[in-house]
């Protein structure tokens, strides 16, 4: 599928989608309770369908009304395939869940899943006693039952792995003892120990290095309330900034979601930012370059591309090694793409230097990576002529409306 967009003032109301995070992860802690929990404010994107079609597998009984989900955990399923879709957060926190049930079966996915490193999730499986093929690639087979213990792990890759394990380990008749070398993305984890909190699981968390996990714990049904997405909504926040006005509600300023930093962004380079209660107002201003470190939110540097490109000067943006296992190779995309529209990114080593200049006509290609898509349908606004973005589909990973949102805003 291919999107033609126009140069285009921006103005107008949005609702933001749920956070694909916030909801993935109350879908795993919602399979692992005997009673009824409810998820209101919800948007099946394709990762949340195939989280929802997992814990269907592991045995939950899902009741989906217009408003809310109902959820009764009831695991009696053995699974053989665990079928993770694209979703490289589904493989992470549901092996580690599967592995507690079932002790043979192989974890599989799709198109870009099949291309990004497994990482650290093999070893950390294999030292919490399952047995794991020594693969970088998917299918991975998976062997055992997880049980408690100390490990080590190294999250420099992703803190997905993490989530996983601490989302799982407090149902072991041991307690567990995580300790953590070169953790970056802590909002992250923050997010995943307060949704644990709300199905009243504890966690210890000893200043991002090492986390306690007390065993023999009990997941209680609750009712819960998704946040909106920040990441889905930052580009439609950059394109406000370069081209016009919008609202955008559901967000909460104060979110535990690590891409609320593009607020910050927003205010570096001079974005008019307001906020309210749970609504976000940007306004077009003269931008001008920044620096900022996005190690922590690497999601954002899509979105960051497409603003930094609308500001005088040259963008400072540190944390590009951890574009290195996304859904493409998201920093050389961004490299290639954004070339096309007459806009220079370099990158040495850590860092991602974005060239501000005024944006061109032509042909993209979003490379199967929805946050890729979006950015460049913010650059679009600003651009001298038409732009065209082939692979455009691929937004319905996390943001099934955003083409309906974006044309919605756009004039």
């Known amino acids: ?61 899902v009741e989906i009304y217009k408003n809310e989900i109902q959820i009764t955990g009831k695991i009696v399923n053995k699974i053989t395939n665990l079928y993770c879709g694209e ?9 580690p869940v599967a592995g507690f049930f079932s002790d043979n079966f192989e ?30 690639y998917l299918p991975l087979r998976i062997k055992g039952k997880i049980r408690g213990g100390k490990i080590k792990i190294d999250a ?58 007390e065993g023999n714990q009990t997941y209680n049904a609750c009712t819960l309330n998704i946040e909106g ?7 439609l926040l950059v394109a406000a900034a370069t081209g016009g006005n919008i609202s955008v509600e559901n967000l909460n300023a104060q979110s535990k979601q690590a891409d609320v930093a593009i607020l910050d962004v927003l205010r570096l380079c001079g974005a008019n930012v307001m906020i309210e209660k749970n609504k976000i107002t940007i306004a077009k201003k003269l931008l001008n370059a920044f620096e900022f470190d996005a190690t922590d939110c690497p999601d954002l540097f899509p979105a960051i591309a497409a603003l930094a490109a609308n500001c005088k000067g040259v963008s400072i943006v540190k944390g590009a090694l951890r574009l290195q296992n996304k859904e493409s190779k998201r920093a050389e995309i961004l490299k290639s793409e ?18 501000g200049n005024s944006i061109g006509s032509a042909r993209v290609c979003a490379h199967g990576d929805h946050r890729i898509a979006m950015a460049l349908a ?25 083409w309906k949102d974006f044309f919605a805003i756009t004039n």
Request: glycine share 4%; proline share 3%.
């Open 1 to 61: 599928m291919q999107i033609k967009l126009n140069p285009c003032k921006i103005y107008g109301n949005i609702y933001a989608p749920s956070s694909k995070s916030m909801l993935i992860r109350a879908f795993a802690a919602a399979v692992l309770c005997k009673d009824k929990t409810i998820i209101r404010s919800f948007t099946l994107c394709d990762d949340a369908e195939v989280a929802l079609n997992i814990i269907k597998l592991l045995g939950a009984e």
């Open 87 to 95: 979703s490289a957060l589904c493989l992470r926190i549901f092996s």
């Open 107 to 136: 974890a599989s996915g799709k198109n870009t899943l099949l291309n990004r490193n497994i990482g650290d999730l093999p070893q950390a499986l294999n030292l919490l006693g399952m047995q794991c093929e020594n693969k970088k």
């Open 156 to 213: 420099g890759d992703t803190s997905q792995t993490l989530s996983g394990l601490l989302t799982i380990l407090p149902l072991c008749n041991e307690s567990s003892v995580i300790d953590v070398e070169n953790l970056h993305s802590k909002p992250y984890i923050d997010l995943t120990v307060n949704i644990l909190e709300k199905f009243d699981i504890k966690i210890i968390n000893k200043n991002y290095k090492s986390f306690f996990i």
């Open 229 to 235: 997405d920040w990441s889905g909504a930052s580009c």
């Open 338 to 355: 954004f070339a096309k529209l007459g806009i220079k990114i370099e990158l040495k080593k850590d860092i991602m230097y974005i060239f």
């Open 378 to 402: 913010a650059a679009s606004v600003s651009a001298s002529g038409n732009i065209i973005i082939e692979n455009a589909e691929c937004v319905a990973k996390s943001y099934p409306d955003f």
